[in-house]
């Protein structure tokens, strides 16, 4: 590529590579397939996948290690297939660029039915717009540079997925007055950012029990190293929530765990919701996040610091970024806070103790042993199920190593992620709890992981069926076709599967997964239709017996 000169193509190209983006993940088609052959002779690699949809999940991975992602596919078919997996990054602020051809603009004239048009020319760009940062045709060689750069800056300032579409006849046009736009770095104002800080500071100051709870923003924002700084430098308590799960090492002496209303463990809930100053940092409060409506956190009690505002109590700050919020509670004077944690706060689950023998295994048994299983160089990488409230109370060991779509909550995201996860940091071996159901939607994607030779450690929690949904109604339409999963590598041609019905055949097949180096291992644990976390079984409790306090008041 001539540098003097670009194409708008080969100035996509270089820009995404400014961004750090290495891989993108996707499926050809024709109205893409020049640009396709420009990445592959670009230092960006392809990875084809099995479907679009893994595509998105794989690059909402990649992003959330790698700190920027994206896809690239066809026309609608492709578009539309990859947009439930962007829906999701837009969701949990996953900053996913979204690459897609489209019928040139000359093949436009009079509006023809070409393949793939579904209303008319703008029908995809429409349906992104809904959830992107920005979204933009890349149709005019003039503000195409300008174009670009604006849709990446949005990307990387949002923290969310943005749109670029390449129609295929402007893939190879050189404009012809190209003016990158050279913008001046945002700030903050200077004035809301003292008062906000000066406000936050007194009060940590005087109050008798702060905590922190941090959040997802956290790690988008990068701010991991500042976080562990702030609570080194205060002492103050810190819990995350699920969504930002591992924001801090949860080995971290003064980390308490994930706080999750009633679904997460007692001490950790009262810590936070009893603190007379709870600093919530880059806070998504989701209805997971916050246990499915049994968070109590009071308004009055809470100041709440994201990349949108500072809000002390009842009021706010705005045109404040979150990277100087930070930065500005780091150079100022906070009181050391001396609150004794909760004896093993941070290993609650440990279960060295627990023998294994020949019982059926349950899920219980196989979280607390997989707590006692993970490496530092592992990362989790949960699905939505029964997997997901389990793995909340895995031990995670350094930071930002925890996937889940925790919020969005689609299924078949784990194992595509994995893929993502190793193209970003080929040194995390990927531990995948999905489910079964989980797993039959995208469970194709080992065939990517195989091609490559990356080596997850799978497991699949075959309860036969869609367990999470049974709890709520139950039906035939919960339950699926019985798959022999671990004869999958079989068929794929790498990997090692193996069917496990007891703890000591857990105990074995992780052994082994973990020696398997080479490829994917692939875990189809065999567990009772009903059987359900610890994590689920605490919330029933908490809602069953509030439903009874309630259903005492009712009574006359
Ligand atoms: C894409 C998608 N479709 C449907 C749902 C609704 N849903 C939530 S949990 C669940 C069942 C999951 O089954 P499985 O993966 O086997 O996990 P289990 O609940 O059995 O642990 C379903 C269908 C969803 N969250 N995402
Ligand atoms: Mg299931």
């Not at 402007?170 to 007055?177: A, G, H, K, N, Q």
């Not at 800080?197 to 009060?203: D, F, S």
């Not at 209805?287 to 706010?316: C, F, P, W």
Request: hydrophobic share 40%; aromatic share 8%; with cysteine.
């Amino acid at each position: 590529m001539s540098r003097a000169h670009p194409t708008i193509g080969s100035y996509l190209i270089q820009r995404l590579q400014d961004y750090g983006v290495r891989h993108v993940f996707g499926i050809p088609g024709d109205y893409v397939l020049r640009f396709y052959q420009m990445l592959d002779q670009s230092p960006i690699k392809v990875i084809g996948v099995t479907r679009e949809d893994c595509a998105g999940f794989a690059a909402d991975a990649y992003a959330r290690v790698n700190g920027i992602g994206a896809v690239c596919v066809t026309y609608c078919v492709g578009g539309l297939t990859v947009a439930n997996s962007i829906a999701g990054a837009y969701a949990e602020k996953s900053p996913v660029i979204v690459l897609t051809g489209s019928p040139g603009m000359c093949e436009r004239i009079n509006d023809p039915m070409l393949h793939h048009k579904v209303r008319n020319f703008s029908t995809q760009k429409e349906i992104f717009e809904e959830f992107t940062a920005a979204a933009v045709v890349l149709d005019d060689p003039d503000l195409a540079f300008r174009q670009i750069d604006d849709a990446l800056a949005a990307c990387w300032k949002y923290k969310r997925p943005v749109y670029i579409e390449l129609p295929r006849d402007m893939v190879e046009i050189v404009p012809r007055s190209p003016t990158p736009i050279v913008k001046t770095p945002e700030s903050s104002d200077r004035h809301a950012l003292r008062e906000a800080l000066a406000e936050t500071v007194a009060w940590l100051n005087s109050a008798k029990q702060p905590v922190i709870l941090a959040d997802v923003e956290i790690h988008r924002y990068n701010l991991g190293q500042e976080l562990v700084q702030l609570v080194e430098k205060t002492g103050i308590p810190v819990a995350a929530t699920l969504l930002g799960k591992s924001v801090i090492s949860e080995k971290y002496p003064r980390y308490i765990g994930v706080y999750e209303g009633a679904l997460g463990r007692p001490e950790v809930q009262r810590m936070v919701e009893q603190s007379d100053c709870l600093l919530m940092l880059g806070t998504f409060l989701t209805d997971l996040n916050m246990g499915i409506y049994t968070a109590n956190l009071d308004r009055s009690r809470a100041i709440e610091a994201t990349s949108e505002k500072v809000q002390v109590r009842y009021h706010s700050y705005t045109g404040i970024l979150f990277g100087d919020f930070m930065h500005g509670l780091l150079r100022s004077t906070i009181r050391k806070c001396k609150t004794i944690l909760p004896p093993h706060a941070n290993n609650h689950i440990s279960s060295n103790r627990i023998r294994s023998g020949n019982r059926p295994i349950s899920v219980s048994h196989l979280f607390a042993r997989l707590n006692d299983f993970l490496e530092d160089n592992m990362v989790v990488i949960s699905d939505v199920g029964i997997c997901l409230f389990g793995a909340a109370d895995l031990v995670i060991h350094r930071g930002t190593e925890f996937l889940a779509p925790a919020y969005y909550t689609s299924m078949g995201f784990s194992v595509p992620a994995a893929l993502g996860a190793q193209f970003a940091n080929p040194k995390l071996r990927p531990v995948v709890v999905v489910g079964d159901g989980a797993f039959q939607m995208t469970g194709t994607e080992l065939s990517t992981i195989g091609r490559f030779g990356f080596n997850p450690i799978v497991i699949v929690l075959n309860n036969h069926g869609y367990t999470t949904e049974r709890f709520i109604l139950d039906g035939p339409f919960n339950d699926i076709a019985e798959w022999q999963y671990e004869n999958l590598p079989q068929l794929i041609g790498s990997g090692w599967g193996c069917a496990v019905h007891t703890e000591s055949q857990f105990e074995e097949a992780w052994q082994k997964a973990l020696a398997n180096r080479k490829g994917f291992s692939l875990l189809n644990v065999h567990l009772d239709k009903m059987d359900h976390s610890p994590a689920l079984e605490r919330l029933g409790k908490k809602l069953a017996s509030k439903l009874r306090k309630t259903n005492r008041k009712r009574k006359p």
